[in-house]
């Protein structure tokens, strides 16, 4: 069982490095501009997390679900909203970085 938690443990965060990695490879190369893309993606893990909470809120009442299996989804919840936030903040970073950039490239 143990082995098994590492699994999806280790699945998880390889998909939410993945995922970041993913956004930053996309903002750097994307055809739209920062404000667009940055309001598209915070649009969209808006739009996850609201759906990932509504999930769970509706297991509440389902006697389906122990109690340990709603707190371990709490848990992923709350994980990949904090995930999302960071990344978040990354892709906000790297746009102020190439809008700076790109100021000091138009000055010289």
Do not use: C
């Not at 598209?40 to 609201?50: F, P, Q």
């Amino acid at each position: 069982m143990e082995n098994q938690d590492k699994y999806y443990k280790g699945l998880f965060f390889g998909a939410i490095l993945g995922a970041a990695v993913g956004t930053i490879m996309g903002l750097l190369f994307a055809p739209r501009k920062g404000e667009d893309t940055q309001m598209i993606i915070s649009g969209k893990v808006k739009r996850a997390i609201d759906r990932a909470t509504e999930l769970y809120e509706g297991s509440e009442h389902e006697a389906a679900y122990s109690n340990e299996a709603k707190h371990r989804s709490q848990e992923i919840i709350d994980s990949a909203r904090d995930e999302a936030r960071k990344i978040l903040d990354e892709a906000n970073n790297i746009i102020r970085d190439i809008r700076g950039s790109q100021a000091k490239a138009q000055e010289n």
